[in-house]
């Protein structure tokens, strides 16, 4: 079985070496070509001889007074040789004698034509010429030989590292892609979910719990007196404030939901949060929400103009549940939550309030 690897190191010497090329720009001088040029006026048994010792040679270039007069293939060569009284007709007697019997057309091509041009025009040769080797010219007068199943080889190697590129940037652009949707799904302040991703999930998960029969509920947070910080410690210390409380919501969520994947944290807009909690009911939604709570206070975020005796940034919470039923609307069950969290503001912040829905 042929060792494709040690091949490719054969026949393709300095054609790694190329890499930096685009494809298109490999030509043939990056082959591996053979220099076996001979007069034609001499014997059949000098290249015989060549040909024995040298058995990757693909064949001979025949030259007359400098000038290239024609070539012929091992294959060729060895057939006329292998026929009755072959070698005693062929071998003492000049190239040009065999060249007279074995001619054929050969293809001749300038050593700057690339790999894939070559390897398109040797295929489109006649049947019996298809695989016969190519002849290089380097410069006037001076030429190499090609095997063209090296050349085909060098192909196959070159349509192969062209297809791993490809492979990588798909992948590439498919990593990319998943990027830009997470970031078209994210609040850019928080990089919890946005307002968009909230109203998509919600309402994926509004038809799953109704066919299910399974509850879902909605918390609706806020910062209480926010404006008042905004006031006295200034729009970025704001956006601050809004980041830490946004990444402590997410970390209550997701403390009190270790074995529960399907939640969803959202900015619902300015410093007011959503979460989404499918198939939680009543009972554990508010004990989420006084997690959350409780969490946020322990930030201990100081906020001189709170209302609150406490004076560090709290949140008032709202939640309401249902068990979504046919024709039922989810704007109902906001609409439910952010009145608890209007009773929650009213009632004196810092605490959470349940409504079912």
């Known amino acids: ?11 393709l010497p300095t054609l790694e070496n190329s890499l930096p090329k685009t494809f298109q720009e490999l030509t043939l001088r990056d082959l591996s070509l053979h220099d076996f040029q001979v007069d034609s006026n001499q014997s059949g ?3 015989a001889l060549r040909l024995e010792t040298e058995p990757r040679l693909p064949g001979i270039i025949l030259t007359e007074e400098g000038h290239i007069s024609g070539m012929i293939s091992r294959q060729r060569f060895l057939e006329y040789l292998s026929r009755p009284f072959g070698r005693e007709l062929f071998l003492k ?11 054929t057309d050969f293809l001749l091509m300038p050593g700057n034509t690339t790999v894939v041009e070559a390897s398109s025009t040797a295929l489109q040769r006649p049947t019996n010429q298809a695989y016969e080797p190519i002849v290089v010219e380097m410069e006037p007068n001076v030429y190499r030989i090609l095997d063209v199943h090296h050349l085909l080889i060098a192909q196959c190697h070159i349509h192969q590292l062209a297809s ?12 990319a892609h998943q990027e830009l949707e ?9 990089q919890v979910a946005n307002r968009r991703t909230f109203d998509e999930y919600l309402a994926q998960q509004w038809l799953q719990m109704s066919k299910q029969q399974s509850p879902i509920s909605i918390i609706m947070a806020d910062i209480d007196c926010f404006k008042g910080y905004n006031d006295t ?3 970025q210390a704001g956006d601050n404030c809004i980041k830490q409380v946004a990444l402590a919501i997410n970390q209550a969520v997701q403390m009190s939901l270790k074995t529960n994947k399907e939640n969803l944290v959202a900015r619902y807009g300015g410093e007011e949060f959503s979460i989404v909690l499918p198939k939680i009911n009543a009972v554990d939604a508010v004990s989420i929400a006084e997690q959350i709570r409780s969490h946020v206070k322990s930030l201990n975020i100081t906020h001189k103009a709170s209302v609150v005796a406490s004076k560090v940034v709290t949140l008032s919470l709202g939640v309401a549940t249902t068990i979504p039923q046919l024709g039922d609307s989810r704007e109902a069950l906001i609409s439910e939550a952010d009145r608890s969290l209007y009773q929650a503001k009213i009632k004196g912040r810092d ?5 079912q829905g």
């Not at 079985?1 to 026949?11: A, E, G, P």
């Not at 791993?164 to 990593?175: C, F, G, P, R, T």
């Not at 997470?182 to 928080?190: C, F, G, H, V, W």
């Open 1 to 11: 079985m042929v060792n494709l690897s040690s091949l490719k190191s054969l026949i």
């Open 45 to 47: 048994e000098v290249a």
């Open 93 to 103: 007697r000049s190239l040009k004698t065999l060249y007279e019997f074995a001619h």
């Open 164 to 175: 791993n590129l490809l492979h990588e940037l798909y992948q590439e652009l498919e990593k």
């Open 182 to 190: 997470l970031q078209a799904s994210l609040d850019a302040l928080t």
């Open 233 to 235: 410690y200034g729009h």
């Open 351 to 355: 605490r959470v309030i349940h409504s």
